[in-house]
């Protein structure tokens, strides 16, 4: 596909972002807080993450803080106490394939200082898609390699992709 093929099948971004998650972290993680942004783009969507409170360098020393970050299909940031955010379910994955193929694996969240600031492009799924489902921060690295998920560790945020109002 030409550049220029690619380019008219994206078109700005909306003014406003059609959907967004609000992330909050669990009972370990509290301070964990940001939102997620989908503006639908023509056949793509942009991805804006803004993520503050996670943990520095301090927590994990000699460790880059590099977080999992992940669309999940479900559609409740509940849980237990083993796992805050288990009703956020799985990766969502509604091709079936491997890890890191899965329509909700996204690029990781680098932080700094405990903030975070992503945007990204992908085809990978439509705002309407994604609407009810959750996005979760993980607490460690996605591998890129292990199955099902990537050995990311523990959800440390979590958020429902909510339609705004215009």
Do not use: W
Not at 133 to 140: F, M, N, S
């Amino acid at each position: 596909m030409s550049e220029d093929a690619f380019l008219n099948g994206i078109s700005q971004p909306t003014k406003r972002p059609i959907a967004q998650a609000i992330l909050k972290g669990s009972p370990q993680f509290p301070e964990v807080n940001g939102t997620v942004q989908f503006f639908q783009m023509g056949q793509a969507v942009l991805v804006m993450a803004e993520v503050f409170g996670l943990p520095d360098g301090k927590v994990r020393p000699c460790q880059q803080p590099v977080f999992a970050f992940h669309i999940h299909e479900g559609g409740s940031c509940s849980g237990n106490r083993m796992d805050y955010f288990a009703n956020a379910k799985n990766h969502y994955n509604p091709g079936g394939c491997m890890h890191p193929f899965h329509a909700g694996d996204m690029p990781p969240l680098f932080g700094v200082q405990g903030y975070a600031f992503m945007q990204f492009l992908t085809d990978r799924f439509t705002v309407r898609e994604v609407l009810g489902k959750t996005v979760i921060v993980h607490e460690g690295v996605d591998d890129f390699t292990t199955q099902p998920s990537g050995n990311a560790g523990a959800k440390i945020a979590c958020g429902v992709i909510e339609r705004l109002r215009n």
